[in-house]
């Protein structure tokens, strides 16, 4: 099982972003560009056209007048005014390297990432994106351009290694945002595609300081192991600075903690995102990253609590 994906993978979800939604009856008429833009886009002032209504789309804009004149549902499309800036800040480092069911972490970031950005540029959104973790955040900026250019760097430097080096302590996270806003002046859109599994001590300043000028999206991106301590009765496990730890996995008590300080640090990300005003759209590495960002903007579809 690969650990990282092939560029060539990457640039087919291209097609999955306007293809139809997975088998689900509240998906099935949907497409993911088409979800990502009634979220991610706001309505412009130049009337465009009317058409039939779709599956997904802002029910705001109905038009009532030609809905009932033809006894179908039908709605008005407005033209965007300007193009947006998409951020894709995706997490690099060696924590990434991780996987117990279906893929690694990496690749689900990878992917998410991929189809994210084919969404935005089927919109004419300028895209970009940011590596960090390791290393790696010194030399992987992409700042957003008009086509194609960058998101093809950017896809390309996602095929790369994971980060191996020392990773950034949590504190400088807050540094790290700030760096995925240079470029992309205001009203930019930052999508966060990471391990939020992790001490997040940076994540509150970075995100106030980011809400102030941009929209901003979490995709933490989780294993099924993160959450619930599989049973396999004694294990030796090495931390990262060598040291070496007996566990007894199949303690009923000591599971049961493990999951709950996931669920404490899960419910602490949730907290600071929602109080800076960001979406949270969790992926898992055990479900299709197509399906879980289309459920993802759905909810959002339904709350019509931001942007």
């Given at each position: 099982?690969?650990?990282?994906?092939?560029?060539?993978?990457?640039?087919?979800l291209?097609h999955q972003a306007?293809?139809?939604?997975?088998?689900?009856h509240?998906?099935?008429n949907s497409?993911f560009?088409g979800l990502?833009?009634?979220?991610f886009?706001?309505?412009?002032?130049?009337?465009?056209?009317v058409r039939?209504?779709r599956?997904g789309?802002d029910?705001?804009n109905m038009d009532?007048?030609v809905t009932?004149?033809?006894?179908d549902?039908?709605?008005?499309?407005?033209?965007?005014?300007?193009e947006?800036?998409?951020m894709?800040?995706?997490?690099?480092?060696s924590?990434m390297n991780?996987g117990?069911?279906?893929?690694?972490?990496s690749m689900?970031?990878a992917?998410?990432?991929a189809?994210?950005?084919?969404?935005?540029?089927?919109?004419?959104?300028?895209?970009?994106?940011?590596?960090?973790?390791g290393s790696?955040?010194?030399d992987?900026?992409?700042r957003p351009t008009?086509g194609r250019?960058?998101?093809?760097?950017?896809?390309?430097?996602?095929t790369?290694p994971v980060?191996?080096?020392?990773?950034s302590?949590p504190d400088?996270?807050?540094?790290?945002?700030?760096?995925?806003?240079?470029?992309?002046g205001?009203?930019?859109l930052?999508?966060?595609?990471a391990d939020?599994?992790r001490p997040?001590?940076g994540?509150?300043r970075?995100?106030g300081?980011?809400?102030?000028?941009?929209s901003v999206?979490?995709?933490?991106?989780?294993d099924?192991?993160?959450?619930?301590l599989?049973?396999?009765g004694?294990?030796?496990f090495?931390?990262?600075?060598?040291e070496l730890?007996r566990?007894?996995t199949?303690?009923?008590a000591?599971r049961?903690?493990y999951?709950?300080?996931?669920?404490?640090?899960r419910?602490?990300?949730?907290?600071i995102?929602?109080?800076?005003?960001?979406a949270l759209?969790?992926?898992?590495t055990?479900?299709?990253?197509?399906?879980?960002l289309?459920?993802?903007l759905?909810?959002r579809v339904?709350?019509r609590?931001?942007?």
């Amino acid at each position: 099982m690969s650990m990282q994906p092939r560029l060539d993978d990457l640039l087919e979800l291209r097609h999955q972003a306007h293809t139809l939604g997975l088998a689900s009856h509240h998906l099935v008429n949907s497409s993911f560009s088409g979800l990502y833009a009634s979220v991610f886009r706001g309505q412009g002032l130049d009337f465009e056209e009317v058409r039939e209504y779709r599956e997904g789309d802002d029910i705001r804009n109905m038009d009532w007048k030609v809905t009932a004149r033809t006894g179908d549902p039908h709605l008005k499309v407005f033209r965007e005014e300007r193009e947006r800036s998409v951020m894709l800040c995706v997490d690099k480092g060696s924590h990434m390297n991780f996987g117990t069911r279906n893929t690694f972490k990496s690749m689900q970031a990878a992917r998410a990432a991929a189809l994210i950005g084919w969404a935005a540029n089927s919109l004419h959104d300028r895209v970009g994106g940011m590596l960090f973790g390791g290393s790696l955040q010194h030399d992987c900026y992409f700042r957003p351009t008009k086509g194609r250019r960058a998101l093809w760097r950017l896809l390309s430097a996602l095929t790369g290694p994971v980060g191996e080096e020392p990773e950034s302590p949590p504190d400088l996270l807050s540094n790290i945002l700030q760096q995925a806003s240079r470029g992309i002046g205001t009203g930019g859109l930052v999508f966060i595609i990471a391990d939020f599994n992790r001490p997040h001590e940076g994540l509150r300043r970075g995100l106030g300081l980011l809400r102030q000028h941009h929209s901003v999206v979490l995709v933490p991106v989780d294993d099924p192991a993160e959450r619930e301590l599989p049973d396999m009765g004694e294990v030796l496990f090495r931390a990262t600075d060598g040291e070496l730890l007996r566990v007894d996995t199949s303690d009923a008590a000591g599971r049961e903690a493990y999951r709950a300080a996931w669920q404490e640090r899960r419910d602490e990300v949730t907290r600071i995102a929602n109080g800076a005003g960001c979406a949270l759209i969790p992926v898992q590495t055990t479900q299709e990253v197509h399906y879980a960002l289309m459920q993802g903007l759905e909810r959002r579809v339904r709350m019509r609590a931001f942007l």
